[in-house]
Nanobody
């Protein structure tokens, strides 16, 4: 069973940067896609960035040009570099593994809080 653990969140001022990390453990399972979602209080989870393994990377319009999604296969790590942060980037950032054909289509971490202060 795969477990995802996020880290790297925190409090940052407008215009600052953070790098989020997602570590997977428990299996050598390879998903179809992996990515990051953001959930603000009272809102649903919104896609921030995701990559299809061996394929394309997709970014939310709000993330384009500011955020970069990357992966380290050797260490089973997924990263989200976030620059020029804005107050609307505030929320809980959750790592996701998505595999449409699996019994458990989506695997989520517990999330890491990002707060951007103005």
């Amino acid at each position: 069973q795969v477990h995802l653990v996020e880290s790297g969140g925190g409090l940052v001022q407008v215009g600052g940067s953070l790098t989020l990390s997602c570590t997977s453990s428990g299996s050598n399972f390879r998903p179809f896609a992996m990515g990051w979602y953001r959930q603000a209080p009272g809102n649903k989870r919104d896609l921030v960035a995701a990559m299809i393994i061996g394929g394309d990377t997709e970014y939310a319009d709000s993330a384009k040009g500011r955020f970069t999604l990357s992966r380290d296969n050797a260490d089973n790590m997924l990263y989200l570099q976030m620059n020029s942060l804005k107050p609307e980037d505030t929320g809980i950032y959750l790592c996701n593994y998505h595999t449409p054909w699996a019994d458990e289509t989506d695997i989520w971490g517990q999330g890491t809080q990002v707060t951007v202060s103005s």
